[in-house]
């Protein structure tokens, strides 16, 4: 047996150890959720409440451990005092508590990411174990210190195979994660202290999306007791994109992060209408904090005439002198509308009481008085007086308004918008909401508030059922004999063992969550409206934004970090910058930069990691035939791309009017079936050929991209779109086009 089979046969046997672990803890974990489930419902409310708790506690440990399965351990370390340490997706005991496995976000686990012949950190040989499914397929060493190894050492040194294995890998349709693989400056990026916002700015390829992820995945584990109480945050641009990163948090052991869109992130409403870019820019300028203001106090409102209500033979008044007073003395105390609202009506029912108790021909007793004023409050015309002059709100209601009936936002608007402005905002009270509408409904929320008078009720429902439960409560404990533990106690015992929901399910549902951190992608693309709705949710200004602003393709979006953050974070955030590119080939990488310099991007210029031959081809067609012709490259580049397990994928990224007849085209050459199903317009990231526009592959990434009419994607969606398109494959760029190409262009 030769040395390399020796080595392979050592770590298969380290490995084998390492699954049998894992195997064990996933049995023993099982078990005890078992018997946790066997036990049943039955029991004190205490029992039922620790069940539900334990319950809880093991199903997430249970997905916890089986997420890990692929290659859970995927590098070594030798360091010079001998010491021999394996890396792994997770940290490993064995039943004595002696370390088998390190977790690679551990402090342990740090020197095989940033550890150099020039900085070794105690490290003499750095492997990386190559695996297919539980086998060990092979080994790759880095010798970092020269003086450690015999002059007949015949292990095979390379340093680089690991990470150009990696990149050379098909794509299945969804992102992996990078953990065997992070590279040094993407390692410092991950490993950046918790507070403050960290800005992430990278060309294409530079791993953004993965060092986001991985980041998360090492704050949950560095700071788990603060952020598992209050839950990490993950935005991205769309639901298309969050499918496609889905399976990299599992994969790193960490399953409770709350992922959403920005059109998903106020509780009750999904966005599903679509709009016109520059209404879009509209609604993100950050005056709307101004706008919105206006419009709620402009619906508390004086009345023009005095209202006279006749009570059992006595007329009250409601006087416009003192519903003026009134409100002016609810705004005094800075409340949210809806809960100032109470103030204004404690006001007002106080004055109509005052004049109801002038009229009678005796004195009324001070605890006689609130007999009155309950009679005042549920007469109906005061109802509506006092309603018409300060209505409960709603964000929906609110909002819905200003663009349904226009002379409420030229009011609430005036010398804001434009007359043309204010025209391209009207729609019908019943549209759809955008995108955009999402962060002026949550700007509405924290200027109105709850309404008080539905939290009241539900107080009542709760003192209601309180009273129940201690009732019952009572009559265990005059059954049971037991003198140790109070009725209230009892009771609260009931009340606490319902359903246990996770913190992420629970942050999810509640817009007022306040995060311990927030990780938003993409975040080039969002309006000052968008950032000052994220801010709201994380109070410690705890976040990781990753962007780059060549690639913004919205007039709402930013090209300039400073130029967001001076404003909303001063003193409060720092940038790095991700400098090496390692999805695009070289060849695309320099013409995509040339295209985007002519354009006027503000470019981060990265290094391309590897180059393949042929990777830039273009062909010139008639415009008839580019669908045609774009077919036949899609399936051509499936060919090549495609392995025996069905990895590799081809996005076909043409402007949205080319994208039917592309898929037309297929159809009719026999190959629907590589196109999978498209749902109500979202990409199917798992087909083989994925017909989109460049907006959708933002994020994304393909083996080969068939790039339609560059010009036609230039014009329709700007440069941002157009270098996002260009940068999506990792082998090869195909161009068909029958308009001249665009500027910056290089020549054949």
Do not use: C
């Not at 150890?17 to 029991?43: H, M």
């Not at 605890?367 to 409050?377: A, K, Q, S, V, Y």
């Amino acid at each position: 047996m030769n040395s390399i089979d020796k080595q392979l046969r050592a770590e298969q046997d380290v490995v084998d150890g390492l699954y049998r672990r894992l195997d064990e803890l996933r049995a023993q974990t099982r078990d005890r959720l078992a018997r946790v489930r066997q036990a049943g419902p039955s029991g004190s409310p205490q029992n039922r409440s620790e069940r539900d708790a334990f319950a809880t506690l093991y199903e997430d440990r249970v997905a916890r451990l089986e997420a890990v399965e692929d290659r859970l351990a995927f590098g070594r370390l030798d360091l010079a005092g001998g010491e021999r340490r394996y890396i792994g997706r997770i940290g490993l005991n064995d039943e004595e508590h002696a370390p088998l496995l390190t977790d690679w976000r551990a402090p342990a686990a740090q020197a095989f990411y940033r550890a150099t012949a020039a900085h070794p950190d105690g490290v003499v040989l750095r492997r990386h174990l190559v695996t297919r499914g539980r086998a060990v397929t092979g080994v790759e060493d880095e010798l970092l210190d020269l003086s450690a190894v015999d002059e007949d050492d015949d292990r095979q040194l390379s340093g680089e195979g690991a990470l150009l294995a990696a990149l050379a890998a098909r794509r299945t349709g969804r992102m992996g994660d990078i953990v065997a693989t992070i590279q040094a400056e993407q390692d410092a990026v991950i490993r950046s202290a918790l507070q403050g916002a960290l800005v992430v700015q990278g060309g294409p390829g530079t791993g953004k999306t993965a060092v986001a992820l991985h980041r998360a995945a090492y704050l949950l584990y560095n700071h788990r007791r603060v952020l598992e109480r209050s839950g990490v945050l993950l935005i991205g641009p769309s639901r298309t994109f969050l499918r496609y990163i889905d399976q990299v948090l599992p994969s790193l052991g960490e399953t409770g992060v709350v992922s959403t869109t920005v059109g998903e992130l106020f509780p009750g409403v999904v966005a599903t209408g679509t709009e016109d870019d520059a209404v879009a820019e509209i609604k993100g300028r950050a005056v709307w904090r101004e706008v919105i203001e206006r419009a709620v106090k402009q619906r508390q409102r004086v009345p023009a005439e005095p209202v006279r209500v006749v009570i059992d033979g006595h007329t009250v008044v409601v006087k416009p002198a003192d519903v003026r007073a009134a409100i002016h003395h609810a705004r005094r105390g800075h409340r949210p509308h809806n809960q100032a609202r109470v103030t204004f009506v404690r006001d007002m029912l106080g004055r109509l009481a005052d004049q109801y108790i002038s009229q009678l021909a005796f004195a009324v007793a001070p605890e006689d008085r609130g007999e009155i004023l309950e009679e005042l409050r549920s007469t109906r015309e005061i109802r509506i007086a006092l309603n018409l002059a300060w209505m409960p709100l709603t964000p929906q209601g609110l909002v819905s308004s200003l663009f349904a009936k226009p002379q409420r936002l030229a009011d609430a608007a005036a010398g804001v918008f434009s007359r043309a402005e204010r025209r391209r905002l009207e729609r019908p009270a019943d549209a759809p909401w955008t995108v955009a509408d999402i962060p002026l409904l949550d700007e509405a929320a924290e200027l109105l508030g709850e309404d008080d008078q539905a939290a009241k009720a539900q107080a009542r429902l709760d003192a209601e059922q309180r009273h129940q439960e201690l009732d019952y409560a009572r009559q265990v404990l005059q059954q049971s004999g037991n003198a140790l533990v109070s009725a209230e106690v009892l009771a609260d015992r009931f009340a606490s063992s319902g359903p246990v929901l996770t913190t992420a399910e629970r942050a999810a549902a509640d817009r007022a969550w306040a995060y311990g951190h927030v990780v938003v992608d993409e975040a080039q693309e969002l309006s000052a409206m968008a950032w000052r709705m994220i801010l709201r949710r994380v109070p410690t200004r705890s976040l990781t934004v990753v962007g780059d602003v060549a690639q913004t393709s919205t007039a709402a979006g930013t090209r300039d970090w400073s130029a967001v953050f001076d404003r909303l974070l001063a003193g409060q955030w720092r940038q790095e910058t991700l400098t090496v590119n390692y999805r695009t080939p070289a060849t695309v990488t320099r013409a995509a930069e040339a295209v985007g310099r002519a354009a006027g991007l503000p470019l981060t210029t990265s290094e391309a990691a590897r180059d393949v031959p042929d990777a830039l081809v273009t062909e010139h067609v008639a415009a008839e035939g580019l669908a045609a012709a774009a077919a036949r490259w899609a399936v051509t580049e499936v060919a090549a791309v495609r392995d025996a397990s069905g990895a590799g994928r081809v996005a076909v990224i043409a402007p949205a009017s080319l994208i039917g007849p592309v898929r037309d085209a297929l159809v009719a050459g026999g190959h629907g079936d590589l196109i999978g199903a498209t749902r109500a317009g979202t990409p199917d990231l798992d087909a083989a050929i994925t017909p989109m526009t460049a907006e959708q592959s933002k994020g994304l990434e393909f083996d080969a991209v068939v790039l339609v009419e560059p010009d036609a994607v230039l014009t329709d969606g700007g440069p941002g779109d157009l270098y996002v398109a260009m940068t999506r494959p990792t082998t090869a760029l195909r161009v068909v086009h029958h308009r001249p190409l665009p500027e910056g262009w290089p020549s054949a």
